[in-house]
């Protein structure tokens, strides 16, 4: 099992900026994925940043070149900078890793920007 707690979120003006963490209660050493998700209303959850534990990252389109993944090893988090912000990035953020043989989510953290 693993624990994720969010935190982080809030509202903020249009162009403003936020950082999401999420503290894992296991090494993230050991986890393979790690990811930050969003839903909005009315939509599909979709992922907006990903990192591999190999490094590798993965952004979506809309978020490219405004948010950055990141982990800390020492605090077993994992952060989401996010820059430059727009009405459009309104939505519940969720931690996501997979660990072992599942998935596990985190409670989601509300982030509104405002125009």
């Known amino acids: 099992q693993v624990q994720l707690v969010e935190s982080g979120g809030g509202l903020v003006q249009a162009g403003g900026s936020l950082r999401l963490s999420c503290a894992a209660s296991?090494?993230?050493?050991?986890?393979?994925?790690m990811g930050w998700y969003r839903q909005a209303p009315g939509k599909q959850r979709e992922l907006v940043a990903s990192?591999?534990?190999?490094?590798?990252?993965n952004y979506a389109d809309s978020v490219k070149g405004r948010y950055t993944i990141s982990r800390d090893y020492a605090k077993n988090t994992v952060f989401l900078q996010m820059n430059s912000l727009k009405p459009e990035d309104t939505a519940v953020y969720y931690c996501?890793?997979?660990?072992?043989?599942?998935?596990?989510w985190g409670q989601g953290i509300q982030v509104t920007v405002s125009s």
């Open positions: 996501n890793v997979f660990y072992g043989s599942s998935y596990y």
């Open positions: 990192v591999t534990d190999g490094g590798r990252t």
């Open positions: 296991v090494r993230i050493s050991f986890i393979n994925f």
